[in-house]
Every structure is written in structure tokens, then in C-alpha cells.
């Protein structure tokens, strides 16, 4: 065993000091995959075991005769269709869950979407305005602690029809933590900043979006991400009352014809798109902040 | 004489927070003229900031008036371009949106885009921060940042240019360094300056004249020193200057022997 180590030890020590620079790049080089390769094992491997343990135990519980819920094995079996290919159409009412969760994701895009800005605008008043934050602050802490659900009999009346019955409850599920934290943003704009726009005679317009927005815009975005957050929460509560084609009514129908192994494939997917969702959003905040962040 | 290019009247200035009224500033009188350097010194705490903040109109006065050009100054403006303390630049512009904020505001009816581009190029390179332009301020020093600032003031073409403690947070080489090009800039521009300091022999380097102001509460100006020495100045050659030593002396004993700062201890 010494020997071999001897002689690898020996051509090591003699050229290092000779040629320095060209080894170091070839090793460098065949090092790069190392560290990456490393970081994915160490980012994938945790949850990949922890998956699998969960899947073991679910396994073992539910493999039982009799039992209530069906075990994986059950799922892959009974669901293959939904898991492998998420886009099929077999007819209006059955359609993968891709399309699904896609005409959910568009709910909640209009919802969200209206709900950010709205949020925004009313957010920067609060914050910009004492007598507006004395008026609207009470009655929006009292508002946001409805639940999304019991918005949706009032938005039905309203509406008198589903779909902007679940738009409106994604709205205004979403818009209070918006607002909220705008809010709060504009508030804590720095006086130098304001100085500088009064200096510059900024008017309302341009003080809006040169200083309010980009200044604010770290709190902004962490309420739109929980607002993100809570719309999707809302939707697929949303959906398994009013109906359509989204991934909630989805979950509605298969429980009404005792297809459990199609509601455990629907709970991954909500969950698979609201991580998503949130990354996004998280993403776009990161990119859009960068400058304010590091001041 | 000389009509009088920045007058400031029997000004007061008092706070009011709950019942308790505390009186900052009480009768400042001060006449600058254009192209003047005028500097105001006084203990931390005794309404220099204060002063300089009712010239720019960020703060309303309480009593008296301030007038430029024969016209009361009562909301702020760009013909009254203040560099911060903290510099104040906007950290999600670059260095060159900073400066072309500035100047697309005051002059977006009066000259065109390219004007506009230059003159924003023109203040940069004025402050040898030309090289920096796209850089966030997040990515320059401090120094930089205030010659940014500076910049940005430079590009509204104030009539009188505010200084706020400018150098104060600045390490004594930078501070020397952005003195000299403050003085540059004085020398070719002429401009009319106020410049808050807490540092004599900034005062004495820069100003043509320097204001004292007594301890609060209810500060006054205690004097008002002219320092006398033709420009161009050399930092070099003032160590030696019996004018400049006088001049000197004069503001420090003023400072330490007849209204020291009794609570600095």
C-alpha cells in the first residue's frame, strides 16, 4: 500500500515548481462539476429521502385491507392517466389536470392580477395619507379578517353567476396583505428621499412611480407573495363551490364519485402549482428590488 | 451698496411638539451676496441644519422672511439645489439617471433630449464621476456618492447652492480631496453657497465669510467673520498664512472660549 502512494507523491512535488499555472487550469476544470454536482445532491437528496420515507409510511398504513384511504401503489394504479399525462381531452368534462389547474391558474391571474393593483393604489393612499389611513385602516383590519368562503354567497348574489362570483373572492382574499404592506413601504420611505423629490418639485404622478413604488417596492412584494399565497388558497375552495372546470370542482366531483386516488393526484398538483406560484413571485420581487435591497 | 441676492430677515424658527414649544432659531439675520461662499458654524444641536433647511424651503420658517432675489422663499425648489449630509441619491437609479432625474425635471421645456443627455454627462465629468455612470451607488464609495450629490445639485443651475455637512461623513484624505473640488467648481462657476460645517478649518479653507452661531436654545448669530484670503487657495501654503491663522483662531475661539458647548463633555 505505501509504495503505490509513494511513487503518485513523487511527480507531484518535482514540477510544482516548474510549471505552476497550467495543472492548476486542467484541475480547475475537472473540479467544476464537482461542486455542482454536490450542490444539487445536497439541494435534491434531503427531500427526495424525505418524500420517500413519507410515501413508505403512507404505504404501510394504508396497505392494510380495509383501510380507508388508498395507499400509492393504489394511486399510481387507479390515476395513472391524470399523474402521466396532465393535457388528454376525452370530452368538455374530462380533461386532464393540466387544463385544469391552467383554467384556475386564469381565475386567479384576473383575480390576483386586479387585486395587486387596486392593492397597490389603495396601499400607496393609506400610507401617503394620515386622514386616509384613520378612515380606511379600522375598517379594512375588520374586512381582511373574513374568511375568503363567506365572501362567496354575498359575490354570488352580486354576480349571479360563478366565475366572476370566484374572481371576486380571489380578489378580495388576496388584496388585504397588499395593500397592507404597501402601506407600510410608503411609510417607510426615507425623508431624504422625499426631500429630494420636493427639491425637485416631483409632482404627484412622477413622485408615485420615481420614488413611492421603487422605494416601497421590497414590502410591496412580499405582500403580493402572500397574497399570491392566499388567492390560491381561495380558489380551489372557491371552485369546489361554484363549479366549472377548475382543479377545485375537480376534487368536488371525485369525491362525489368515490375516486380517492384522483383527489390525491389533485392535492399534489395544488400543491406543485401554489410552490410555483410562489417562487414566481418571489423571483420577480428579487429582480425587482435589487437596487433597493443594497443601499 | 449692493442689492442684496439672499436675505435672510429676522427669522425664528420654534418647534412644537405636543405642549412643549422649543425655540430653535431666534432673529437670524444674514445678507449673502451673489457668488458669495458662505459657511455657518456652530455647535452639534444649535439649528445649523435648521437654518439651511428654511433656506431651502423643506422647513417653514415661524417668524421673519426669507427672500431671494426679492422673493419670499416658502416651498422648496431646484433654484435652491441642496447636497445632503447622507447624499440622498436614489439607490435603484445609476449614478447617470441620478443626476439626469435632476435635470430632465428642471429643464425638460427648455432643452432638448440631447441637451439634456449632455449637460447631465457635463456635471458628471464636472465632479470626475463621469467613469461611474452606470454604477448603482450601492457600488461607489462615499466619496462618490457625494460627488454624485454634488452633481446633482450642480445640474439644476441653483441660484444659490445649499450645502448640508457635505463632507461630515467623510474619511480627512476624501474630505480634502472633494474641499478642492468644491473649490474648483466655486472658482469656474461662481456660484453663491451656504455650506453647513462643524469643521473650522473647512470653514476657513472654503468660505468668504463665516457665520457663528450661538448655543441653543434660541440661537443667534454670534458673529460673523471675514476670513479675507484672495482665491485661488492652496491647503499647502494657508498652514503658513498669518491671515489664515488669525482667521482661524477667531472662529476657534469663538467655538471654545465665549459659547462653549457646555453639555459636550
Not at chain 1, 359575490?155 to 349571479?160: D, P, W
Request: some cysteine; glycine content about 8%.
Amino acid at each position: 500500500m505505501s509504495l503505490p502512494l509513494f511513487k503518485n507523491d513523487e511527480p507531484l512535488v518535482k514540477p510544482a515548481a516548474q510549471v505552476l499555472s497550467l495543472p492548476a487550469r486542467v484541475q480547475a476544470r475537472k473540479f467544476m462539476f464537482a461542486p455542482i454536482l454536490r450542490k444539487i445532491a445536497t439541494a435534491v437528496v434531503p427531500p427526495l429521502v424525505t418524500v420517500i420515507a413519507l410515501l413508505l409510511i403512507w404505504q404501510i398504513l394504508c396497505d392494510k385491507p380495509g383501510a380507508t384511504l388508498p395507499a400509492p401503489t393504489v394511486v399510481w394504479k387507479e390515476a395513472k392517466d391524470l399523474i402521466i399525462d396532465p393535457f388528454f381531452v376525452y370530452g368538455t368534462q374530462d380533461v386532464g389536470l393540466g387544463w385544469r389547474v391552467l383554467v384556475s391558474l386564469e381565475r386567479v391571474a384576473i383575480g390576483f392580477g386586479l387585486a395587486a393593483v387596486a392593492g397597490i393604489l389603495v396601499g400607496s393612499l393609506i400610507g401617503q395619507s394620515d386622514w386616509a389611513m384613520r378612515g380606511l385602516d379600522p375598517v379594512f383590519q375588520v374586512l381582511r379578517t373574513v374568511p375568503p368562503l363567506a365572501w362567496l354567497p354575498i359575490s354570488l348574489a352580486a354576480f349571479r353567476d360563478s366565475s366572476p362570483s370566484a374572481i371576486f373572492v380571489i380578489f378580495i382574499t388576496s388584496i388585504w396583505p397588499i395593500i397592507i404592506n404597501t402601506a407600510v413601504g410608503i411609510r417607510n420611505i426615507p425623508m431624504d428621499y422625499r426631500n429630494v423629490a420636493a427639491v425637485l418639485r416631483l409632482n404627484a404622478f412622477e413622485f408615485f412611480y420615481r420614488i413611492m413604488i421603487p422605494s416601497a417596492a421590497p414590502y410591496i412584494f412580499t405582500g403580493l407573495r402572500i397574497g399570491i399565497g392566499l388567492a390560491w388558497l381561495a380558489i380551489v375552495a372557491a371552485e369546489m363551490l361554484t363549479g366549472g372546470v377548475g382543479i377545485g370542482f375537480f376534487i368536488w366531483d371525485a369525491w362525489n364519485s368515490s375516486r380517492l386516488p384522483d383527489i390525491v393526484v389533485a392535492l399534489v398538483y395544488i400543491g406543485l402549482v401554489g410552490f410555483v406560484l410562489d417562487r414566481v413571485v418571489g423571483f420577480l420581487g428579487n429582480l425587482a428590488t435589487r437596487g433597493t435591497a443594497a443601499s | 451698496m449692493e442689492r442684496p441676492y439672499l436675505k435672510i430677515d429676522h427669522v425664528s424658527k420654534t418647534f412644537q411638539r405636543g405642549g412643549a414649544v422649543s425655540e430653535v432659531l431666534k432673529d437670524v439675520s444674514l445678507v449673502i451676496n451673489k457668488g458669495e461662499y458662505v459657511s455657518v458654524i456652530g455647535h452639534s444641536g444649535c439649528g445649523k441644519s435648521t437654518l439651511l433647511n428654511m433656506v431651502s424651503g423643506l422647513l417653514p420658517v415661524t417668524s421673519g422672511a426669507i427672500l431671494l432675489e426679492d422673493r419670499e422663499v416658502n416651498s422648496p425648489g431646484p433654484d435652491r439645489a441642496v447636497v445632503f449630509q447622507n447624499h440622498s441619491l436614489l439607490p435603484w437609479l445609476s449614478v447617470y439617471d441620478n443626476v439626469k432625474l435632476a435635470v430632465d425635471k428642471v429643464f425638460s421645456r427648455t432643452r432638448s433630449r440631447t441637451e439634456r443627455h449632455e449637460w447631465t454627462m457635463h456635471n458628471l465629468e464636472l465632479v470626475q464621476m463621469a467613469h461611474a455612470k452606470d454604477k448603482r451607488p450601492a457600488e461607489i464609495s462615499g466619496g462618490m456618492k457625494q460627488r454624485v450629490g454634488l452633481a446633482r445639485a450642480l445640474s439644476m443651475e441653483p441660484k444659490v447652492l445649499l450645502l448640508d455637512e457635505p463632507f461630515g461623513a467623510l474619511d480627512a484624505l476624501t474630505r480634502a480631496h472633494l474641499q478642492d473640488s468644491v473649490m474648483q467648481i466655486h472658482a469656474s462657476l461662481g456660484n453663491t453657497v451656504i455650506m453647513i460645517t462643524h469643521d473650522v478649518d473647512e470653514a476657513v479653507l472654503l468660505s468668504d465669510r463665516i457665520v457663528m452661531l450661538t448655543n441653543g436654545p434660541a440661537a443667534h448669530v454670534g458673529e460673523v467673520l471675514d476670513v479675507g484670503l484672495g482665491r485661488p487657495r492652496k491647503r499647502l501654503e494657508l498652514v503658513s498664512n498669518t491671515q489664515y491663522i488669525k482667521a482661524r483662531e477667531g472662529v476657534l475661539k469663538f467655538l471654545y472660549e465665549r459659547h462653549r458647548f457646555v453639555e459636550a463633555a
